[in-house]
């Protein structure tokens, strides 16, 4: 598990960025993937961690306004935490 998720802005109407913490330091890859509450996959990126951190940007200015959730996983763990894109 993440020690620290975060979106930000949320809600958001252009980008959003993704921020990850793991409290070991660990290098390593995430998927993340962002479903709106349909189960519609908008975005799906596997990214990776430097030094136990991630900071991904998604670009969200033509997705259509509503909920979104992002889900994270990897080796050490899956969470999930939603946004919001307003136009």
Do not use: C
Request: aromatic share 12%.
């Amino acid at each position: 598990q993440p020690d620290q998720f975060r979106i930000s802005p949320s809600p958001a109407s252009d980008r959003v960025e993704i921020q990850l913490t793991f409290p070991n330091g660990a290098s390593q890859q995430a998927e993340l993937q962002v479903l709106d509450l349909f189960g519609r996959s908008f975005a799906t990126e596997t990214v990776p961690f430097a030094n136990g951190q991630l900071s991904h940007t998604f670009e969200v200015a033509q997705w259509p306004a509503g909920m979104y959730l992002v889900q994270f996983e990897n080796e050490a763990g899956f969470a999930v935490k939603r946004f919001v894109v307003t136009h």
